[in-house]
Antibody
Framework: QLQLQESGPGLVKPSETLSLTCTVS??????????WDWIRQSPGKRLEWIGS???????YYNPSLKSRLAISVDTSKNQLSLKLSSVTAADTAVYYC?????????????????WGQGTLVTVSS | QSVLTQPPSASGTPGQRVTISCFGS????????VNWYQHLPGAAPRLLIYSNDQRPSGVPDRFSGSKSGTSASLAISGLQSEDEADYYC????????????FGTGTKVTVL
């Protein structure tokens, strides 16, 4: 059974870099049939797509976060990572990783299934 | 950045039918398929409907989805207490370089 588990610091200071890891079990993160994504939910409960990593090594980022964002994969550890720089209070959220199932092979649309439990990150001094 | 619009709340008594709407635009719902997610407190969001009207295995047939033009709907028939949750629609948006967009969310309360 595929499981995803997010981990990382729960508190980050303003202007610093937020770093999170998602450990995937039950499937290979190199599986060419899927992408691997980060999504966050703000305290107001709004969900926001952060970005995506695919098996070819390509990344796709939310335009509103692109300049501060880096998503990568460590295939030896079957882990997805997220780095978001220059954080502010607006980046306080629960961060989720999820498997992205494309509608058709090679397309960027599709759906997220399953999701990890999420990890709360608070940006505060 | 565009977002899909949902009513903030919906409610019904056990056994009733509840419908949640989701309004988008030509760059997302109008040209891409819609997915729905259920989010129970303290749990991971769960895929409820994909490709407009398809249910993953394990999702009861009380849940159904539909799409017309730039809007979509999720219907819950035979409402049960365990259906009390937040529901989000979502779709790929083909504008800019493409990005995934979520709805504003609807809190369903079972009275």
């Amino acid at each position: 059974q595929l499981q995803l588990q997010e981990s990382g610091p729960g508190l980050v200071k303003p202007s610093e870099t937020l770093s999170l890891t998602c450990t995937v079990s039950g499937d290979s993160i190199s599986n060419s049939s899927f992408y691997w994504d980060w999504i966050r939910q703000s305290p107001g409960k709004r969900l926001e797509w952060i970005g995506s990593f695919d098996y070819s090594g390509s990344t796709y980022y939310n335009p509103s976060l692109k300049s501060r964002l880096a998503i990568s994969v460590d295939t030896s550890k079957n882990q997805l990572s997220l780095k978001l720089s220059s954080v502010t209070a607006a980046d306080t959220a629960v961060y989720y990783c999820a498997r992205h199932v494309p509608e058709y092979a090679g397309t960027r649309d599709g759906w997220f299934d399953p999701w990890g439990q999420g990890t709360l990150v608070t940006v505060s001094s | 950045q565009s977002v899909l619009t949902q009513p903030p709340s919906a409610s019904g008594t056990p056994g009733q039918r509840v419908t949640i709407s989701c309004f988008g635009s030509s760059s997302n719902i109008g040209s891409k398929t819609v997915n729905w997610y259920q989010h129970l407190p303290g749990a991971a969001p769960r895929l409820l409907i994909y490709s407009n009207d398809q249910r993953p295995s394990g999702v009861p047939d009380r849940f159904s989805g539909s799409k017309s033009g730039t809007s979509a709907s999720l219907a819950i028939s035979g409402l049960q207490s365990e259906d009390e949750a937040d529901y989000y629609c979502a779709a790929w948006d083909g504008s800019l370089n493409g990005f995934y967009v979520f709805g504003t969310g609807t809190k369903v309360t079972v009275l």
